[in-house]
């Protein structure tokens, strides 16, 4: 957990400073406790802050009011800690449940990014109103290209940064073409080691 607030997270905003760039990030609620200043430095940068769960506890595994009990301890923290207003969501493992967009539009969220039923830009529409979804894929998600944890029970064979960057490449070439949306899903600990932190910097020049 150190490398990622305390090393990965400060050479990736060095990265975007170098070509004024802005992303989101979307943090924990117990990870922005942990690590305030970590958050405090993404702000800093001009980033956004994203919610992204308390613990990373998955919402389609909770009870509707177990999971509005953990949403509002992050969003809390986040508001708090990042003095944004927080208008931004991903589910913990893109794990979106039937109670969540109506969480989101009681709360004044502007988009979620949980879901990937289109390549652009759609409406998710419920009960409590309509919220934006920017769709992304997990062919964009830095999980399954590097991930190697024991600890979780997670065996994935490491690609090589070069090999990363090719499927994330070809997926952003054939999206261009189409005139859709791609959304980089890339965890700081995991993609902010020094080879593919080097490997997006190619991305960003391509």
Known sequence: MLYGPQVAVP?????????DM????????WVAERY???????VAGGHEIGHHGYLHESPNALSPEDERYWFDRALDALRRISGQAIVGYRAPSFDISLATPAMLNGNGFA???SLMGDDVPYLLRDTSGTILELP????LDDWPQYAHIWDLGVS???????????????EFDAVAHEG??????????????PARARAMIEMIEH
């Not at 050479?11 to 070509?19: D, E, V």
């Not at 992304?136 to 062919?139: D, E, G, K, L, Q």
């Open 111 to 113: 988009y979620d990014s």
């Open 136 to 139: 992304t894929s997990i062919i």
């Open 180 to 193: 859709g949306l791609w959304v980089g899903v890339w965890h700081p600990w995991i993609s902010g080691r």
């Open 22 to 29: 802005r992303s989101t990030f979307f943090v924990p609620g």
């Open 36 to 42: 305030p200043g970590a958050v405090e430095a993404i």
């Open 156 to 170: 994935n064979q490491i690609s090589t940064p070069r090999r990363a960057a090719e499927l994330f490449m070809a």
């Open 11 to 19: 050479r990736l905003l060095r990265i975007f400073a170098q070509y």
